[in-house]
């Protein structure tokens, strides 16, 4: 999807800084892929040296750790220390050269830095299609400061409302007997139960987390209703690890659209 991107005063820097934007362009056209570095740039702003990081995990996250990355080079950070939300971040991380810990040493974060799958008006939101739910939600529960960077695609009116998955981490054990209980508990949403797996049709197999787990993913016709009672009954099932709804958990989230960023706050 190719947007044109007119001068907006919030985006100008984040957009010069990722190298998309320049003084003499009165506009650019610009992929979704774009959109996801200025936001994820903006958010960089938002970090100081000394600080600890929450590293996130994706498409989004994958630009402000780049960014942080070059910044430490530049000398414009310092001190910082990561704590990554995945082995994949954790292998960027270090070929960045940014130092890296974990929660077990540092287990106040200063600010952690995300994308997101969806995001309601209230700011709650779904993550975990790119298989890094429980830690995120670790990491990300143990911060002061919770930035959330998407494009405006990933706005909806209730979580769910995309027609994608919200996943669920579950044990191997008995996978299905878990999945056909997840459905049971959201039959009046239209629910349909998915063992997530990868590879070509004839050759798929489970999808297995960093953790050594599977994700089943829950699709939705319907508005799942109240959010807390959908977790608390979630996680109320033996075999659920973890689920991939983060609820009041987001301090900011950026959102980069066709009018410009827009900086939402809790």
């Known amino acids: 999807m190719a947007i044109p991107y007119p001068h907006f005063i919030a985006t100008e820097k984040a957009a010069m800084d990722a190298g998309l934007l320049h003084p003499s362009s009165p506009s650019v ?30 498409s989004t996250a994958k630009h402000a750790v780049d960014r942080i990355g070059e910044l430490l080079r530049q000398g414009k950070l310092k001190d910082i220390v990561g704590i990554p ?19 077990d040493a540092h287990p106040a974060i200063d600010l952690a830095i995300d ?58 054990f008995c996978w299905r007997f878990t999945a056909a209980r997840l459905q049971k508990l959201f039959e009046e949403a239209g629910c349909v139960a998915r063992l997530r797996t990868f590879g070509e049709k004839e050759k798929e197999e489970p999808y297995v987390t960093d953790n050594g787990n599977f994700i089943v993913d829950l699709y939705f016709e319907r508005s799942i209703g109240d959010l807390k009672a959908a977790s608390d009954a979630i996680l109320q099932l033996a075999g659920v690890v973890e689920h991939g709804m983060f609820l009041d958990m987001a301090t900011t989230v950026i959102v980069a659209g066709e009018l410009g960023l827009t900086v939402k706050n809790k």
Not at 31 to 58: C, H, N, P
């Open 85 to 103: 939300t995945s082995t994949k971040t954790h292998e960027q991380a270090l070929s960045l050269g940014i130092p890296l810990s974990d929660l």
């Open 115 to 172: 994308g997101a799958d969806e995001v309601d008006p209230f700011l709650n939101l779904v993550k975990g299609r790119g298989g890094s739910l429980l830690r995120e939600k670790m990491v990300e529960g143990a911060c002061k400061k919770f930035i959330v960077i998407v494009d405006e695609s990933k706005l909806v009116n209730y979580l769910g409302g995309s027609g994608l998955a919200m996943p669920v981490e579950v044990i191997k």
């Open 29 to 58: 056209i610009l992929t979704q892929d774009d959109l996801k570095k200025i936001a994820a740039y903006k958010a960089v702003e938002y970090v100081e040296s000394g600080m600890v990081l929450g590293l996130g995990t994706g």
